[in-house]
């Protein structure tokens, strides 16, 4: 199985903050990458695709970069509801695996 | 747009077996791009993807749960469900049933449905 790792595991912003978070995968994935976010008691919410393209109706201060075995998601301008856990998951090969999160709460 | 909702006990005794089924609306499971999925959630902790049955009814697993799952699909009713059977108290998590969107080589889950807590206790 492909090991997918995040950093930091929590942080703490401010609202109108440039928040960036990591996930590394245990050997390449190229850009089969998504990210996903979750609210308490909500399910995930896709964010990004293929490392670097923005699901439909989400935010433009969401962005994605990266390939091979590093990539990273950030918010620019934090906003209030983006007080969320993040994931990361890759789609290279099944079974399917996500990242322990990054939990962004407020400072 | 596509919605999903899982349905099921909340409540399974250890060694039973666990029954959970998704309905899909506006849209159907047989045709698209797609393939069906669970992910299960373990309270405060990550997710962990379960299995997929494709618009054909093939069906792969994550081997973690060593054979003990089983992906089905009614197309009669716009249903596929997950069993998963000899449940002990690690199996105890919120079950997502989410949709797997295929698109030239990438792929992704969403929408996701809102989840249901299934506790397994004597």
């Known amino acids: 199985d492909i090991q997918m790792t995040q950093s930091p595991s929590s942080l703490s912003a401010s609202v109108g903050d440039r928040v960036t978070i990591t996930c590394r995968a245990s050997?390449?994935?190229?850009?089969?990458l998504n990210w996903y976010q979750q609210k308490r008691g909500k399910a995930p919410k896709l964010l990004m695709y293929a490392a670097t393209s923005l699901q439909s109706g989400v935010p433009s201060r969401f962005s994605g970069s990266g390939s091979g075995t590093d990539f990273t998601l950030t918010i620019s301008n934090l906003q209030p509801e983006d007080f969320a856990t993040y994931y990361c998951q890759q789609n290279y090969n099944t079974p399917f695996t996500f990242g322990p999160g990054t939990k962004v709460d407020i400072k | 747009q596509v919605q999903l909702q899982e349905s099921g006990p909340g409540l399974v005794k250890p060694s039973q077996t666990l029954s959970l089924t998704c309905t899909v609306s506006g849209g159907s499971i047989s045709s698209g791009n797609y393939y069906w999925s669970w992910i299960r959630q373990p309270a405060g902790k990550g997710l962990e993807w379960i299995g997929r049955?494709?618009?054909?009814?093939?069906?792969d697993y994550n081997p973690s749960l060593k054979s003990r799952g089983t992906i089905s699909a009614d197309r009669s009713k716009n249903q596929f469900s997950l069993n998963l059977s000899s449940v002990t108290a690690a199996d105890t998590a919120v079950y997502y049933c989410a949709r797997l969107t295929y698109k030239s080589s990438w792929n992704w889950f969403d929408p996701w449905g809102q989840g249901t807590l299934v506790t397994v206790s004597s």
């Open positions: 050997q390449s994935i190229s850009s089969y």
């Open positions: 049955i494709s618009t054909i009814g093939t069906t």
